[in-house]
Each structure stands twice: as structure tokens, then as C-alpha cells.
């Protein structure tokens, strides 16, 4: 933010420096003019946005700049269709001298029914004055911020009972059959999961891979194989934003029915246990859980849940540790990545055979409550297993054997 450390300027505009902690001071004054003229030129584009207004909306650009007038009336066309219960754009820290301006303004945005927490992303707004009103003169992502899918072309939009499902460059019938399959994994999720959630699963499908990785912020090379992705923040004391499972549409398209079942079964369990989900949790039991309840009643036995592990188990190879979050880094083995979710759900199974179900509900949600990794595990262990660290590994260890070998 700015004013925290040394400001950032831009080439050409010799602009003084405002830190922006709220648009009033005590009393309601103002605390700069130029601030609330600014934000009241936000205000109209947002509500322009809300009311599927074009006109409106260009009307915030500066008259006469018609590359951005045809850029932004491009984005604008691509959210058509769109469902937003809420846009707005809320000033962080605002540049100005003269007749120019640079707003580093908080994009928030919700999904009307579906979105209980609006999706924040940084966007940095130039803008000019010109007769007394401010217009925007160039709109671009802020230092970090993630491409939102409507920057990738026209975004098609699928209702399904429990999900909506929103994509680019995408067959219809695709994506209703994601709707479908996503519908159909929410209910199995809310069985396993017990407890308040939103219930309904936002899905995003990009054009491809590559896309997916601007999504996400990532090279996509990480994600050749991933089939989806949920994002969102693990921090149970805040308000977490709106997840979303994001689709890769190369990876996904590859798997037969009931591999997609299991990918969005997995993937709606992330959201389902975001808010329990914190910085103690461990990959092995947020990975594990999540593929325990998509494997959970579908009837396959260990060793076709998890064969990497089998085969490594009855090579000799028993895991002399549960698996390090290290281990379910994407782009290396992959073989042993799929060994750590393997053992991470064989982990949560054991737990549910033989302490039961609510109790690795509860051992999940334990761990989520602490704030730091340290001594978490070890906590929820003792307080609701009435095990340790090292007891709880051998019976793991004794699990896999028994479960996985000859």
C-alpha cells in the first residue's frame, strides 16, 4: 500500500504522495476533494457495471480515447452474462497533482447467490480531469494481482441446483455436464462434512492451461496435470474471500466419469472446509480429507484408490513418515506426489475406521483452530484421539501394510 516504504511513482506524472485510510476524517469532512471526486467517478462505473449500462460505463473513460474505449467495452461485453450481486471499487492509496491522478483502488465483487464474501483484486486506475470531472485514462491489474476470468473473452455462464459454472471458449454442453457432476458432488460433501457451508461451488473453466496459470498467478507447466484447482485463503479468523475451483480444461477433459466425480468432489470439499482450514492445518490432512470424502462409498477398495503407494508398499517401500507438505509440490515426481495424497487420505481413512467419522471431522476442525504449525497436530492428536505424534505414525505405517500389502 502506499506510504509504506518508499512511494511508487509513475513515468511522466511528477505526482504527490496521499495515503488513503478512509474517504472522511472525523466530522464527515473530506479528506481531500480530489479523493471524493474521484471516487464519486468509481461509484458510476461500478453502478454502471451493476446495472448492465455500456453507456453508463464508458461514460467513466476520458472522451476520445478510443483504443481504451474499445478495450474496456470489451470487458465490459464479456461480464455480460455474469450474475453480480455487487461491484465496487474501494481507494487504497491516491497520486495526484494538478489534472492527473493514479488511484490504487480494491476491486470487490460478488457472485449474486453464490458468493458470501466478495473476490478482492487490485486494480490501478489513471485518471485525468477534464472540465471539472474526472475520467478514467487507463485501467490495469495492480503489482500482483491475478487475471479474472472476463479478461480472457466472452464468459458463458451455466446455472446448475448447487453450483454455477462460468467459462471461456467452452461448448456448452461441457460445461452443463460440469454443473451436472458438480451438483451431484456437493450433497456427498455436506454427508461428510457436517456443519455450515455455503453449499453451492463456484466453477471457473479458462480456454486452457495456460490461461488456467494466469488465473492462478502460476507458470502453467505446473498445472499440465492437475485436472482443477480451488482457491481461496486458509485463515479462519478473517472473512476468507470467495473460493473458487478452477477447471483445467486439457486435464479435466481427459478423465472418464468417475474421475471427474472425484476431482470436483475433492475440490467442493475445499470449500466446504475453508473456514476450518488455517496455516496449521497439514497437507496431508487437508489433501487427505478432501480425497477421502470423494473416494468415500464409491466402492474401491485401498489398493485402486491408491496404487502408487500399494506398489511402493509392497516393494518394501512402507513411508517411515506422514507425508511432508513438500511432497504434494506439482512439476517434480510424479509418482510421489501421488503417493502423499495416497497416504494423506489412507491417513484420514484410518482415523474414521477407528475413532469414526465425527471424530476426524473433529480432529480436522482442531487442527484448523490453531494459528501456527507448530504443536497443532500434536494438540488435536491428544485432545480428541487420545493419541500422540508417534503412536498415531506407527498405526499409519501398520495401516498401509495391512491395507496395501501382499
Known sequence: MIGHGRPRRTAGL????????????AGDRPLDPTLEEIQRTLDARAAAVLDHDRAGYLASLEPGAAKLRAAQGAEFDNLADVPLGSWEYRIKGLRHKGSQAVADTELRYRIAGYDSA????????ELAERDGRWYV?????????????????????????????????QDEKRLRELATVTDRAVPEVSKAWPGEWAGRVVVLVPPSVEAMGRLLGAPAAGYKGIAAVTTGETNPKDTSPADRVVVNPEAYGLLGDFGQGIVLTHEATHVATRAHTSPATPMWLSEGFADWVAYRGTGRTAGEAAPELQEAVRAGDVPAVLPDDRDFTFGGDAGATARAYEGGRLACELIAERWGEKKLTAFYRSVGEGEHRDGAVERALSEELGTTPDAFTAMWRGYLLERLGP
Open 137 to 169: 485514462t487507463a485501467d490495469r491489474r495492480g503489482a500482483g494481482a491475478l487475471q479474472q476470468l472476463w479478461h480472457q473473452g466472452d464468459v458463458q455462464v451455466v446455472r446448475g441446483s448447487r453450483s454455477i459454472v462460468l467459462g471461456v471458449g
Open 118 to 125: 466478495p473476490v478482492v483484486a487490485s486494480r490501478t486506475l
Open 14 to 25: 511528477g505526482l504527490a504522495v496521499l495515503v488513503v485510510a478512509s474517504a472522511c476524517t
